[in-house]
């Protein structure tokens, strides 16, 4: 099983940057793609980005793509959402995951494990 800590969330006016930190441990080594979900009051969770375990590819949501960049430190097991022109709609909890397919198009159900989940909330 693979453990998922989220960190760096926050309080940020429209316009503004935060980076999330995602830090895995346990047995990572089945793992294929570490994705960054969000879910808003009310709404199902959505997929905002992934990278896949190898560093070589990544997925974007429409949303956010050309704001958010997902990178992964190999050397600390950690995976980074680097949010730029944040916007009031991005306002959510931020969950990281990590899964073991794939494809164009990923879902909540593609991934096992899940981080407890960080607040992002951006003021207008």
């Known amino acids: 099983q693979v453990q998922l800590v989220e960190s760096g969330g926050g309080l940020v006016q429209a316009g503004g940057s935060l980076r999330l930190s995602c830090a895995a441990s346990?047995?990572?080594?089945?793992?294929?793609?570490v994705g960054w979900f969000r879910q808003a009051p009310g709404k199902e969770r959505e997929f905002a980005a992934a990278?896949?375990?190898?560093?070589?590819?990544?997925l974007y949501a429409d949303s956010v793509r050309g704001r958010f960049t997902i990178s992964r430190d190999n050397s600390k097991n950690t995976v980074y959402l680097q949010m730029n022109r944040l916007k009031p709609e991005d306002t959510a909890v931020y969950y990281c995951?990590?899964?073991?397919?794939?494809?164009?198009?990923?879902?909540?159900?593609?991934?096992?494990?899940w981080g407890q989940g960080t607040q992002v909330t951006v003021s207008s």
């Open positions: 995951a990590v899964g073991y397919r794939w494809g164009n198009r990923l879902e909540p159900t593609d991934f096992d494990s």
């Open positions: 990278v896949t375990w190898n560093n070589r590819n990544t």
């Open positions: 346990g047995r990572t080594f089945s793992t294929v793609a």
